[in-house]
């Protein structure tokens, strides 16, 4: 992506938040071309990733539907203009208010992840004299192979139906009549860049449908959730994530009938490369082992490498190609030790007033941010 100048920086307050517009669209582009002219692949766009109405808009633009996790996300998908049929809504614990919201918006799949939580909706549905689409997450016991913290289809993890519990609650599903049952949805964590995993989910969905199948049971949809993962190393060499090797496993190894759709709901993947963010150098301190660049972005503007232990490449801003190379241990100025950003970063020689860009922090970032030290919340600023 393309980085501010020290001469642009100078002008605006930091830590903030640069988004690459350009870069967004230029994914978006890739990401619709990939997902072909299949009218049965529909792809939505995980809103908890970065819900930035600015992004939004270019999002819905580009055709995609909307996955959202609360109800204010639900709310801030319509308010960005997503068609209400395209927003699904998924999460293990829907408050009531939450359902309602959902239901009166018109949205077109619930994401339902327990039994419970079924009736619950069936209940609200025929009180309020509608039908609810819905979908049953199945937690389809497969690792991710990515940070424990953002694996979510293993049994010891919260989400979804036990597979074993699954032939009961399709049947009771299908019973309900406050309830359409269209399929199953499957998500199994995030930042998945072993395309292993996702080839397993595929084997594991053929077997469930074809299960099902036999006892007459055919869904209309299959949804198999998010994770792609981004390139956090080399964010220059891959700004764009590799979308068509990502639907060509879904392609080459899903057996989709020709009346399922097959929905994607990725977050990461679609915002993770467009924002890099900005913090100044205030201090360097030389310690007894390690030499400290303490900058004025902390973990309460990027938890990410604090909360899953996640590296961000970290770039000097306008430093001349001669400058001497340091070893450093970039930190923050939040109370926390854990509250570093890398450790023994090679960057070129750093200066109290330096400017330094955190890569990859499109998705994750900014809509992570907390206000810990009563700390103020990072500034964006958008390119164009
Ligand atoms: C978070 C989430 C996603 C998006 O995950 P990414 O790794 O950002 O693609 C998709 N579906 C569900 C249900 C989620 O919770």
């Given amino acids: 992506m393309i980085l501010p100048t020290a001469e642009l920086l100078d002008r605006i307050p930091t830590p903030v938040y640069f988004y690459d517009l350009d870069l967004l669209e230029a994914t978006l582009k890739a990401l619709t071309e990939a997902a ?16 930035r109405p600015q992004l939004l808009d270019i999002i819905k633009s580009y055709g995609l539907g909307a996955d959202c996790v609360s109800g204010n996300e639900v709310t801030a998908a319509i308010e960005a203009g997503f068609e209400p049929g395209k927003i699904f809504f998924a999460g293990v614990g829907k408050t009531d208010e939450e359902i309602l919201t959902a239901l ?5 799949c619930f994401n339902v992840e327990s039994e419970q939580e079924l009736y619950v909706i069936d209940d609200f549905a025929r009180e309020e004299m509608m039908t609810a689409n819905i979908a049953l997450r199945v937690n389809p016991e497969i690792d991710a192979h990515t940070h424990r913290y953002i694996t979510t289809g293993l049994s010891e993890n919260k989400f979804g139906i036990p597979m074993s519990q699954l032939d009961r609650i399709v049947g009771i599903a299908l019973r309900l009549k406050g309830c359409r049952l269209m399929g199953l949805h499957f998500h199994i964590g ?3 860049r072993n395309f292993d995993s996702f080839k397993l989910l595929c084997e594991r969905i053929n077997a469930l449908t074809s299960h099902f199948d036999r006892k007459g049971i055919h869904f209309s949809s299959i949804n198999v959730g998010g994770g792609l993962g981004i390139d956090y190393d080399n964010p220059d060499s891959e700004p764009i994530p590799p979308f068509s090797d990502y639907f060509r496993i879904f392609r080459e190894n899903l057996n989709l009938a020709a009346d399922q759709t097959l929905h994607f709901e ?11 963010l ?8 030389e310690g007894d082992t390690r030499r400290f660049a303490i900058i004025d972005a902390g973990m309460t503007d990027l938890i990410r490498p604090a909360l899953y232990q996640a590296t961000h490449t970290i770039v000097a801003i306008d430093k001349p190609a001669d400058a001497p190379v340091m070893k450093y241990d970039v930190v923050g100025p939040v ?5 570093v950003f890398a450790t023994d970063v090679a960057l070129p020689e750093l200066r ?14 900014e809509a992570m941010a907390s206000r810990y030290n009563l700390r103020d919340l990072p500034e964006a600023v958008f390119s164009i």
């Avoid at 109370?335 to 509250?339: I, M, V």
């Avoid at 109290?352 to 970032?365: E, H, L, P, Q």
């Fill in 352 to 365: 109290r007033g330096d400017y330094v860009a955190i890569m990859s922090a499109g998705a994750y970032g």
């Fill in 36 to 51: 072909g002219t299949d009218q049965r692949f529909r792809v939505h766009y995980a809103i908890k990733a970065n819900p």
């Fill in 335 to 339: 109370c926390e030790s854990s509250d």
């Fill in 190 to 192: 995030s930042q998945i």
């Fill in 266 to 276: 990725l977050g990461r993947s679609v915002t993770g490369q467009c924002a890099a």
């Fill in 278 to 285: 900005i913090s100044k150098v205030l201090y360097i301190k």
């Fill in 104 to 108: 009166h918006a018109g949205i077109g």
